[in-house]
């Protein structure tokens, strides 16, 4: 009898664990960078991606923390394991030490200059600068392109700024990046040329290797298609592009 009984009690605890794993509290982290995740003016944090992950973790029925950190570090936080959830572009470093779960948006990326410098093709900055956001990998004919001088920058609004100072010859990104992170410099239309569309490239949600558990992201995939499916991930982010919806290159 004491035998069964343990053998009981064994079996009841396995059967436990994916529950009491999914219970734990999901580290998430988000790009500290407008419009992915910043300080709004009440001093609460919000964004794009920031409301994104939050929605993602509610509707999967998780517990979850969300922490702005900047870019490179969402790689090396997901790769080390002191991170669980982030959404972002991949790269090697994603591939490295994360699981992609699911795709959330896939956006234009653009190639734009200062206003009067219009680019039909990319060979036309051989030997120019072009900003990027640091660690970023956008499109493989322009990443691999060693005949561009590729300069870093910390986001968006950065590179707008710069940009607007004629201090690049050209800054690339994703359109609603670009645009959101000018819109916030105070940037006009007017100031920076027409943007070249390279391709597009997917905001992916990523778990770290170290900490996922399979329950977690079948969970996390049932998330996103939900919010997919019932167009809320395309609700959250009209309401950081309404504004400038016009300017938005088709893909």
Known sequence: MNVVRLFAIVVVTVLAQPCQAINETLKIETIHGPPWGFIANDGRPTGMMYEIGNRIAEVAGLSYTNSLV????TAADIENGSADMTIRFGNEQMTRGAVAVGIVLSMPIILVGPAGKNYSKLSEL?????GVVRTSNYVAQFDTDNLIQKYPVNDYLTMA???AMRRLDAGIGSSVGLFYGASMAGVKAEEIGVPLVLGSNDFIVFLSR???RPETILALKEAIRKLSANGEMKQIMGKYTNSFSSNLPEK
């Not at 900047?70 to 570090?73: C, D, G, S």
């Not at 051989?126 to 072009?130: E, F, L, P, S």
């Open 126 to 130: 051989h030997g120019k600068t072009v």
């Open 210 to 212: 170290k900490t996922a």
């Open 70 to 73: 900047p870019y490179p570090r």
């Open 161 to 163: 700024k710069m940009l």
